[in-house]
């Protein structure tokens, strides 16, 4: 497995259930800042019998993924919503309340 997209998943997870990061908030953690799509390939492909939780990393915005990468953007919806998640009226991610504070790390 790639090096960088080993620590992608160290990160991953990490993230607690209630909360979300961004694929660019992980890439600068890992101290590449311009690496977010490389981010969001490496959550593309996160092989399963890691259990990770990629259903907490979200674009800036807050939105949910393309229907591709869990079947349906409604999926992911509904699993974020299970842990707590809450949504704005424009259907994204209330991101004040659930941005995970990756300083803690």
Known sequence: MNGFFSRVYEIVAQIPKGKV?????????????????????????????????????????????????????KIQKAMLISEGITFKANGCIDMKKHLWNLLKL
Not at 25 to 45: N, T
Not at 60 to 65: A, Q
Request: with cysteine; charged share 15%.
């Open 21 to 73: 990061a961004t694929y660019s908030q992980i890439a600068l953690l890992l101290g590449e800042p311009r690496s977010a799509r490389i981010v969001g390939w490496a959550m593309r492909v996160a092989p399963e019998h890691l259990n990770l939780p990629c259903h907490r990393v979200v674009n800036k915005l807050g939105e949910m993924s393309p229907d591709y990468v869990f079947g349906s953007s």
